[in-house]
């Protein structure tokens, strides 16, 4: 059981430039989500998924697009990238509501825009 | 989401108990407590949660006031490997977002 895996690992990107970071979840749940983590700072919501087809913003949604063609997977696009998106991104999931909000995380993803 | 308030940061003894405080004054009656903690480059891990008794798994144990108005992480003997960031955060069981986190208490645990 992988649980929520995240790729690239790390990523250098140039200002304006657009890449997607993958992530992907074996354990059927149907809530996802995107947060990033700026130095010393708490997570902060940039979107989320509540199932498949169906996708809401977070707190800090400018500048992302999502998308949720299949349960498993939650691609997070950066669209024209801005030094400003030098961050930590993590992924997370969990079970429906009836389940609680256990939150499983993945390793995270590194992004430097210069 | 009910507010929260945590010391930034928290030193302990190797081997000693970690007693991590919580305020959360707002709390409303059909709100969790959560406990999550994040190792230094890696994604936040869940630890315990509860809701009015008191709770304990192999990880931790959890004390929540008589009014709900604050609550106690127990590390009941801290290692090194303790040393993280721990989230207090407080939530409705069925909410359908996802949970907001805040700064956090820095533990740090000392050979």
């Known amino acids: 059981n992988a649980g929520v895996t995240q790729t690239p690992k790390f990523q250098v990107l140039k200002t304006g430039q657009s890449m997607t970071l993958q992530c992907a979840q074996d354990?059927?749940?149907?809530?996802m989500s995107w947060y990033r983590q700026d130095p010393g700072m708490g997570l902060r919501l940039i979107h989320y998924?509540?199932?498949?087809?169906?996708?809401d913003q977070g707190e800090v949604p400018n500048g992302y697009n999502v998308s949720r063609s299949t349960t498993e997977d939650f691609p997070l696009r950066l669209l024209s990238a801005a030094p400003s998106q030098t961050s930590v991104y993590f992924c997370?999931?969990?079970?429906?509501?009836?389940?609680?909000?256990?939150?499983?995380f993945g390793e995270g993803s590194w992004l430097t825009v210069v | 989401d009910a507010k929260t308030t945590q010391p930034p940061s928290m030193d302990c003894a190797e081997g000693r108990a970690a007693n991590l405080p919580c305020n959360h004054s707002?709390?409303?009656?059909?709100?969790?407590v959560y406990w999550y903690r994040q190792i230094h480059s890696q994604g936040p891990q869940y630890i315990i949660h509860g809701l009015k008794n008191n709770e304990t798994n192999e990880m931790a144990s959890l004390i929540i006031t008589e009014d709900r108005k604050s609550s106690t992480l127990i590390l009941p003997h801290a290692t090194l490997r303790d040393t993280a960031v721990y989230y207090c955060i407080v939530r409705a069981r069925n909410a359908g977002n996802m949970l907001t986190f805040g700064g956090g208490t820095r533990l740090m645990v000392k050979p």
């Open positions: 354990m059927n749940h149907e809530y």
């Open positions: 707002t709390i409303s009656g059909n709100e969790y």
């Open positions: 998924s509540v199932g498949a087809g169906i996708t």
């Open positions: 997370a999931s969990r079970a429906d509501r009836r389940s609680g909000n256990t939150i499983y």
